[in-house]
């Protein structure tokens, strides 16, 4: 803020105003020449929230894509090879499995074919292995079908993935 007056010829004086403060401790407060004990309740605030890891695993999830779409297009191949996979398991009636005997067949399905049964896993999978996961899941079930085993467990247990050959 200028302020010109007849005995000065030029002075100037520091405004801070405070639009926004996540703390609500100085909201809206204009502070001239400001100093540390006018902003010290907002680091005392920080001070007092918790703390964690700031450095972990990079995680692609949340990156902006840039000039270079190749993330975001295989994102998109990974999501669609996913619901393939889901849209299967809905063909053969395992979709929604309710009896404790389709859980127990649908989860052994799952280990066999993609090595794990996190989902989360599954997911962040190369949109080319799911590709072929899926070709895979897709021959069991015409097997399943085929031979209708009288054990399905034992025969998944022992089914050899074309894939592994």
Request: a neutral charge; glycine letters at 6%.
């Amino acid at each position: 803020m200028y302020n010109q007056s007849p005995q000065d010829n030029f002075r100037i004086t520091n405004v801070a105003y405070i639009l926004k403060d996540r703390s609500d401790t100085i909201n809206g407060k204009v502070f001239t020449s400001p100093k540390y004990s006018n902003f010290k309740p907002v680091i005392n605030f920080i001070k007092g929230l918790p703390t964690g890891d700031v450095a972990g695993e990079s995680d692609l999830d949340n990156f902006a894509p840039g000039d270079d779409f190749s993330y975001l297009r295989e994102k998109t191949k990974r999501q669609i090879q996913v619901e393939l996979i889901e849209g299967e398991f809905d063909l053969n009636g395992l979709g929604d499995a309710r009896s404790k005997a389709d859980k127990a067949l649908k989860v052994a399905i799952i280990q066999k074919i993609f090595g794990t049964t996190s989902k989360t896993e599954i997911e962040k999978m190369d949109s080319k292995i799911l590709e072929v996961t899926r070709k895979d899941l897709i021959a069991l079930f015409a097997n399943l079908k085929e031979h209708q085993p009288e054990d399905p467990l034992t025969y998944i247990s022992e089914y050899k993935l074309k894939s592994a050959a």
